[in-house]
């Protein structure tokens, strides 16, 4: 669905991507991990043609991505932000529907596909009429991913999309986000560096440091046989609950 | 879209519209002479003299009042603009023809034909320095002449700072003259009448038609040896005004000397008189012709200044938000392109108002059209970096997700980024237009009309009143032009005063 061959980018900041090659297979969800820096936020920009490579291929389907075809080929994308990106002078409903209205879909066929997102996204019809200000960050990216999804591309693409949300309304977006991934049966990459969120939304993940891939495979592969030390360490850098409370323990105890 | 780029096109109707109404054609009616005058009194009354003089002949004359000097005047009658004007024939030879000011009449006139203008008349008084006394003075120690001077020495001179320090003022004059006088001080014009008037000194240098002559009893001493250049009056015109207006202006010829134009000048400038009134009263007293003087109606006068004011100021303003609006987004989308495109407008904001003004008269003529066109230039740059710097500084998220969705670049300008820089660009549009407002009250020293008018008229005549009366109404369409802006940036930007986290 999505392939990168070969990719070099190097970005004027100093940070590089070198020779960079992986494949998404179609219907499947794969997850981009690493830590801040490792470049998981750069290929999804070069996946969405926000950035063209220095030498290499990108290409959607079977196409590979140019600065002519970019505008159609991201037709067959949905791209979502941390913030969501959304346009703040216009409505969440403006927002969601504005490509389609820019291809010139007739309101017949713009209502039926947001009557479907609607029930998809769990939106209700009164925040559609609302500006992206007045609605709560977890509403916001539900508006976003429904704005993403409106053209039925694809391949999606989230770049850390449960990032900025408090715990309990993330908790809540992961359950359904996995459930909607399963449903829709698209390809999709999403960015992460929660290694448990990578986990549980995806079963193909991808871990990433300095522009490289250190491994890829299931969570479950990660952890039992992880490629280096530097796997192993992120994968352990997670903090079981448990741990922190009996941590807690031996700092109350010795003040 | 319910906030496309319409609301700005509106906002910008809205201040060109009552513009537009106001600009009745601009073209003359070639069959009208256009009499012109400089923005001081003597000027004036002059213009307002063959002004009504033409008129009781019957012929349609209109008087463009207080243009704004020597070059705005001659380079108006080069262009056809007007058709005849007084000029100094000192000022003639030594600013406009660059000649030496003894040049002598014939090849004055000779020269002047050269350059497709004549000498209708030379209205018989020379406006040039000279040195003066108190009457009672004069004739008591029976001084007539500045050569009498010389067996005075105990005479005090007071003179302006100006005459001290040009080498054709005093050191010039002395040595002409062979005065034995001490060195004089230099004090202010206006204190040297009082001081003449208070006996602390005797002998000061003034213009020979200034109106105090007339008002402090003064006595001119004559240039028995014609130190000072002369500075003749005369009534220049250009060829191809009508014949029958030539030959109706040459009946101003030696009709006034210097005590006439100093008692005309008085009437205006100290007894407070109004210049066409005076003007006719001459006209009648000596030639004989009747005038009817237009009575002033001060309603009229302020609705007719407020037309031409908004007239200056929408028209340019609308133009430069047509332009500059587009450039900004070049410069936006090609940095390159917008360096120089800055750099261009930056230039000429540099350039001084009144220098601009001047610049264009070549091109433009003198009256609106050139002060329109240097009203729009000085709009540009502010309204140009705006949009640039508003379309620059949007959020990367948004123009990222613009980007990805796949928006051509055009339709992503007009969807998104131009409604979310609007803020900015309405910003730009309100300096522009606050600037404007004020830069135009200087349109009037090219004949553009508008609040400068009786701006000049009161800086002329020292009258306060006539200062604030086009002072304040430009004040207050500045201060409606912020207030109007402000609201449309605030309305503008609505979306976000909510803010629901």
Same mark, same amino acid.
């Given at each position: 669905?999505?392939?990168?061959?070969?990719?070099?980018?190097?970005?004027?900041?100093?940070?590089?991507?070198?020779?960079?090659?992986?494949?998404?297979e179609?219907?499947r969800?794969t997850?981009?991990?690493?830590?801040?820096?490792?470049?998981?936020?750069?290929?999804?920009?070069?996946?969405?043609?926000?950035l063209?490579?220095?030498?290499?291929?990108?290409?959607?389907?079977s196409?590979?991505?140019?600065?002519?075809?970019?505008?159609?080929?991201?037709?067959?994308?949905?791209?979502?932000?941390?913030?969501?990106?959304?346009?703040? !002078?216009?409505?969440?409903?403006?927002?969601?529907?504005?490509?389609?209205?820019?291809?010139?879909?007739?309101?017949?066929?713009? !209502?039926?596909?947001?009557?479907?997102?609607?029930?998809?996204?769990?939106?209700?019809?009164?925040?559609?009429?609302?500006?992206?200000?007045?609605?709560?960050?977890?509403?916001?990216?539900?508006?976003s991913?429904?704005?993403?999804?409106?053209?039925?591309?694809?391949?999606?693409?989230?770049?850390?999309?449960?990032?900025?949300?408090?715990?309990?309304?993330?908790?809540?977006?992961?359950?359904?986000?996995?459930?909607?991934?399963?449903?829709?049966?698209?390809?999709?990459?999403?960015?992460?560096?929660?290694?448990?969120?990578?986990?549980?939304?995806?079963?193909?993940?991808?871990?990433?440091?300095?522009?490289?891939?250190v491994?890829?495979?299931?969570?479950?592969?990660?952890?039992?046989?992880?490629?280096?030390?530097?796997?192993?360490?992120?994968?352990?850098?997670?903090?079981?609950?448990?741990d922190?409370?009996?941590?807690?323990d031996?700092?109350?105890?010795?003040? | 879209m319910?906030?496309?780029?319409a609301?700005?096109?509106?906002?910008?109707?809205?201040?060109?519209l009552?513009g537009l109404?106001?600009?009745?054609?601009?073209?003359?009616?070639?069959?009208?002479?256009v009499?012109?005058?400089?923005?001081?009194?003597?000027s004036?009354?002059?213009?307002?003299?063959?002004?009504?003089?033409?008129?009781?002949e019957?012929?349609?004359?209109?008087?463009?009042?207080?243009?704004g000097?020597?070059?705005?005047? +001659?380079?108006?009658?080069?262009?056809?603009?007007?058709?005849?004007?007084?000029?100094?024939?000192?000022?003639?030879?030594?600013?406009?023809?660059r000649?030496?000011?003894?040049?002598?009449?014939?090849?004055?006139?000779?020269?002047?034909?050269?350059?497709?203008?004549?000498?209708?008349?030379?209205l018989?008084?020379?406006?040039?320095?000279v040195?003066?006394?108190?009457?009672?003075?004069a004739?008591?120690r029976?001084?007539?002449?500045?050569?009498?001077?010389?067996?005075?020495?105990?005479?005090?001179?007071?003179?302006?700072?100006?005459?001290?320090a040009?080498a054709?003022? +005093?050191p010039?004059?002395?040595?002409?003259?062979?005065?034995?006088?001490?060195?004089?001080?230099?004090?202010?014009?206006?204190?040297?009448?009082?001081?003449?008037?208070?006996?602390?000194?005797?002998?000061?240098?003034?213009?020979?038609?200034?109106?105090?002559?007339?008002?402090?009893?003064?006595?001119?001493?004559?240039?028995?040896?014609?130190?000072?250049?002369?500075?003749?009056?005369?009534?220049?015109?250009?060829?191809?005004?009508?014949?029958?207006?030539?030959?109706?202006?040459?009946?101003?010829d030696?009709?006034?000397?210097?005590?006439?134009?100093?008692?005309?000048?008085?009437?205006?400038?100290?007894?407070?008189?109004?210049?066409?009134?005076v003007?006719?009263?001459?006209?009648?007293g000596?030639?004989?012709?009747?005038?009817t003087?237009?009575?002033?109606?001060?309603?009229?006068?302020?609705?007719?200044?407020?037309?031409?004011?908004l007239?200056?100021v929408?028209?340019?303003?609308?133009?430069?938000?047509?332009?500059?609006?587009?450039?900004?987004?070049?410069a936006?989308?090609?940095?390159?392109?917008?360096e120089?495109?800055?750099?261009?407008?930056?230039?000429?904001?540099?350039?001084?108002?009144?220098?601009?003004?001047?610049l264009?008269?070549?091109?433009?003529?003198?009256?609106?059209?050139?002060?329109?066109?240097?009203?729009?230039?000085?709009?540009?740059?502010?309204?140009?970096?705006n949009?640039q710097?508003?379309?620059?500084?949007?959020?990367?998220?948004?123009?990222?997700?613009?980007?990805?969705?796949?928006l051509?670049?055009?339709?992503?300008?007009?969807?998104?980024?131009?409604?979310?820089?609007?803020?900015?660009?309405?910003?730009?549009?309100?300096?522009?237009?606050v600037?404007?407002?004020g830069?135009?009250?200087?349109?009037?020293?090219?004949?553009?009309?508008?609040?400068?008018?009786?701006?000049?008229t009161?800086?002329?005549l020292?009258?306060?009143g006539?200062?604030?009366?086009?002072?304040?109404?430009?004040?207050?369409?500045?201060?409606?032009?912020?207030?109007?802006?402000?609201?449309?940036?605030?309305? +503008?930007?609505?979306?976000?005063?909510?803010?629901?986290?």
């Amino acid at each position: 669905m999505l392939t990168l061959e070969e990719v070099t980018l190097r970005l004027p900041e100093g940070f590089t991507l070198e020779r960079l090659s992986f494949a998404l297979e179609p219907g499947r969800t794969t997850a981009l991990v690493g830590p801040s820096g490792c470049g998981k936020s750069t290929v999804l920009r070069l996946a969405a043609a926000l950035l063209l490579p220095q030498s290499g291929r990108v290409s959607i389907g079977s196409q590979a991505l140019t600065p002519r075809n970019a505008n159609t080929l991201r037709h067959h994308l949905g791209y979502v932000l941390q913030e969501g990106g959304l346009f703040p !002078h216009m409505t969440a409903g403006e927002n969601v529907t504005l490509m389609a209205r820019h291809l010139r879909w007739d309101a017949s066929r713009v !209502h039926a596909r947001l009557k479907e997102l609607l029930a998809l996204i769990h939106l209700k019809p009164d925040h559609l009429a609302r500006r992206p200000a007045s609605l709560s960050g977890g509403e916001r990216q539900r508006v976003s991913l429904a704005r993403a999804l409106m053209l039925d591309p694809a391949l999606l693409l989230l770049d850390e999309p449960l990032g900025a949300l408090d715990p309990i309304v993330r908790h809540e977006l992961q359950r359904e986000l996995r459930q909607l991934f399963r449903a829709l049966r698209k390809s999709v990459l999403f960015v992460t560096h929660d290694i448990a969120e990578a986990g549980y939304l995806a079963d193909d993940l991808i871990l990433m440091r300095d522009g490289r891939i250190v491994q890829r495979g299931t969570l479950k592969q990660l952890v039992e046989a992880p490629a280096d030390a530097f796997v192993s360490d992120f994968v352990a850098a997670q903090r079981q609950l448990a741990d922190v409370l009996s941590e807690d323990d031996v700092v109350a105890e010795s003040a | 879209m319910r906030r496309t780029p319409a609301f700005l096109a509106c906002a910008a109707l809205g201040l060109l519209l009552p513009g537009l109404a106001a600009g009745q054609a601009d073209e003359r009616d070639s069959s009208r002479v256009v009499i012109g005058s400089k923005a001081f009194t003597e000027s004036v009354i002059l213009g307002e003299m063959m002004t009504g003089l033409l008129e009781s002949e019957g012929i349609s004359a209109a008087h463009w009042r207080e243009l704004g000097g020597t070059r705005v005047l +001659w380079n108006g009658l080069q262009a056809g603009d007007i058709d005849a004007y007084v000029e100094y024939t000192g000022t003639i030879l030594l600013e406009i023809l660059r000649e030496d000011p003894t040049t002598d009449d014939s090849r004055l006139e000779a020269l002047l034909a050269e350059q497709g203008v004549g000498i209708a008349a030379r209205l018989g008084f020379n406006n040039t320095y000279v040195l003066g006394m108190r009457e009672t003075d004069a004739q008591a120690r029976g001084i007539r002449r500045i050569s009498d001077l010389r067996a005075h020495p105990e005479l005090k001179f007071g003179l302006s700072n100006e005459f001290v320090a040009r080498a054709d003022g +005093w050191p010039g004059l002395r040595a002409a003259y062979g005065l034995p006088q001490p060195e004089p001080r230099g004090l202010q014009h206006d204190l040297a009448y009082r001081g003449l008037a208070s006996r602390d000194i005797d002998v000061i240098d003034l213009y020979s038609t200034d109106p105090e002559i007339e008002y402090y009893n003064l006595r001119r001493l004559e240039d028995d040896l014609e130190y000072f250049p002369r500075y003749d009056a005369v009534i220049l015109y250009r060829h191809g005004l009508r014949s029958d207006a030539v030959e109706a202006l040459r009946r101003l010829d030696g009709v006034l000397d210097e005590d006439s134009m100093a008692a005309l000048n008085a009437a205006v400038k100290i007894e407070g008189r109004p210049a066409p009134a005076v003007a006719a009263a001459f006209l009648s007293g000596r030639l004989g012709t009747d005038v009817t003087v237009r009575a002033e109606d001060r309603l009229r006068r302020f609705v007719d200044r407020s037309l031409e004011h908004l007239r200056l100021v929408g028209i340019s303003l609308g133009a430069a938000i047509l332009i500059a609006i587009p450039l900004g987004i070049l410069a936006y989308l090609w940095p390159r392109l917008g360096e120089l495109v800055l750099a261009g407008t930056s230039i000429v904001q540099t350039i001084p108002a009144l220098a601009l003004l001047v610049l264009l008269i070549p091109w433009f003529g003198i009256g609106a059209k050139p002060a329109i066109v240097a009203l729009f230039l000085f709009s540009l740059l502010p309204i140009v970096r705006n949009t640039q710097a508003g379309l620059r500084n949007l959020p990367p998220d948004v123009r990222e997700s613009a980007v990805a969705l796949g928006l051509p670049t055009f339709a992503r300008l007009r969807l998104v980024e131009l409604p979310l820089a609007g803020h900015s660009i309405l910003a730009g549009i309100k300096t522009a237009a606050v600037i404007n407002v004020g830069t135009a009250t200087l349109g009037a020293l090219i004949g553009a009309g508008g609040y400068g008018e009786p701006i000049l008229t009161g800086i002329r005549l020292d009258d306060m009143g006539l200062i604030l009366e086009g002072a304040v109404p430009a004040a207050i369409l500045a201060l409606l032009a912020q207030g109007a802006f402000e609201l449309a940036e605030r309305r +503008w930007g609505s979306w976000e005063a909510r803010n629901g986290d």
